[in-house]
């Protein structure tokens, strides 16, 4: 079942602006996880934020989360048309294997110039 | 990080065949993990095979229809068996973490596009 829900669903922006993307999830985790999918390809790994810190940044990237309310935030500050791709959020929890990352249904983010 | 290739790149079948599908990581790894993405939708977790156990599948999937092989700690192998068009999806191998010592972060192979037809 899935775990996350981002919102919004679809997004669009001009080039310069900020996206602002929000996942919510259930359950306890060890930590969430962004990911970038563009046009269908494979997922490319943004940021991760452990669950005992509540902000992070990475280049134009801010992830915050709040554990108390089972959200985080995704920033991406100045915005470029090649910004534009699908977001997933993705906890981490623990199963019978290991770890598994649960993916939320994503945002799609469109940046146009 | 780690460097994932995954092959066929896309394939078009025909309903009852099957196909089976190889990733292969450029360092050893520990756990790997095998996702489907249907049409305009999230991924979803198949399974995760460790080397030298069978591998461990998710609520919804079952051994027979996804079989998967882990010979060695660089490459796996998923087969999609008796495949219906309900199978097009993208089908993607993701690794934790490069050698032996996992880590949290997951990397992820280019994804084979399957449709059945």
């Known amino acids: 079942s899935q775990q996350g829900e981002e919102d919004p669903q679809a997004l669009s922006i001009q080039e310069g602006e900020n996206a602002t993307m929000n996942c919510s999830y259930k359950?306890?985790?060890?930590?969430l996880q962004w990911y970038r999918q563009n046009s269908g390809r494979g997922l490319v790994h943004l940021i991760l934020?452990?669950?005992?810190?509540r902000e992070k940044h990475s280049g134009r990237l801010r992830v915050t989360l709040d554990t108390s309310k089972k959200s985080s935030s995704l920033l991406i500050t100045a915005s470029r048309a090649a910004d534009t791709a699908s977001y997933f959020c993705a906890t981490a929890i623990d199963n019978q294997a290991g770890t598994a990352l649960i993916f939320g249904k994503g945002t799609t983010l469109s940046v146009s110039s | 990080s780690a460097v994932i290739s995954q092959k066929p790149s896309r394939d078009i079948c025909q309903r009852g065949t099957s196909l089976t599908i190889q990733c292969q990581v450029d360092?050893?790894?520990?756990?790997m993990f095998w996702y489907r993405q249907q049409p305009g939708q999230s991924l979803t977790l198949i399974a995760t095979a460790n080397q030298g156990s069978e591998a461990t599948y998710e609520s919804g999937f079952v051994i027979d229809k996804f079989p998967i092989s882990r010979p060695n700690l660089t490459f796996s192998t998923l087969t999609v068996s008796n495949m219906s068009p309900e199978d097009s999806s993208i089908y993607l191998c993701s690794v934790e973490g490069t050698g032996t010592t996992s880590t949290d972060t997951q990397y992820f192979g280019p994804g084979t596009r399957l449709t059945v037809l």
């Open positions: 934020i452990r669950s005992n810190e």
């Open positions: 360092s050893q790894v520990t756990m």
């Open positions: 359950t306890s985790i060890n930590n």
